[in-house]
């Protein structure tokens, strides 16, 4: 696996929707005047623009494998692995939680 390009996270949402990187670099500027979020086209910033349209495709697939994983998880609870797993289960429903806009 290659290593990730894009602006460390987490990353934070602005009042305006801009989005800062925790290294504290601004992702995307969002200017409500014209609807348009804007970037540098920096190599960085490219990958950023990757990850934020890869970010609906993710999403899906995250909702898939909990949908498999979740139950498998719960059963497991007096196996070893199963503090792992249920930890995984919850970063993962926290990450779509976050996608939905259910949580900041």
Known sequence: MSENKWT?????????GDLTGSNGKK???YDAG???AMCDPAA?????AA??????????ALEALLKWVA????????DDASENE??????????LSLARGETE
């Open 8 to 16: 460390p996270g987490p990353w934070t949402k602005g009042r305006y």
């Open 27 to 29: 992702v995307c500027v």
């Open 34 to 36: 014209i609807g348009l």
């Open 44 to 48: 960085e910033d490219r990958a950023n």
């Open 51 to 60: 990850l934020i349209a890869a970010a609906p495709a993710m999403a899906e």
């Open 71 to 78: 139950p498998i998880a719960g059963d497991n609870r007096d």
């Open 86 to 95: 249920l930890k995984t289960v919850q970063m993962a429903e926290a990450a």
